[in-house]
């Protein structure tokens, strides 16, 4: 196992994820319901980021046997600028 990669890709989702809608719908949940329910909703928000994760691995490894590697990055940034870009219009 790539220790460096591991490393890498924990901070980069983490810090990514950090007070995004998904965790505060996650709290919100957390926040409603008593004591017994909160491990099922951390179990439940665990298993969506899993599934969720899985998804990005599997076609990200579909789109590399279509797409050199190099394109998939660039295109991956524009997509990211495109989106700031946007965000900073509306605001």
């Known amino acids: 196992m ?13 810090l ?12 919100l949940y957390s926040a409603e319901g008593g004591s017994g329910s909160r491990f099922t909703v951390f179990l439940g928000s665990a298993l969506a980021l899993v599934v969720a994760s899985a998804a990005g691995v599997l076609a ?3 789109l590399s046997k279509l797409v050199q590697g ?7 940034g524009m997509g ?6 946007w965000v900073l219009a509306r605001g």
């Open 16 to 27: 990514a994820e950090i007070g995004d809608k998904t965790q505060l719908a996650t709290m």
């Open 70 to 76: 190099r394109a998939l990055s660039l295109i991956a």
């Open 60 to 62: 990200g490894a579909a």
């Open 2 to 14: 790539d220790l460096k990669l591991l490393m890498t890709v924990f901070s980069t989702v983490f």
């Open 80 to 85: 990211f600028v495109a989106v700031g870009v």
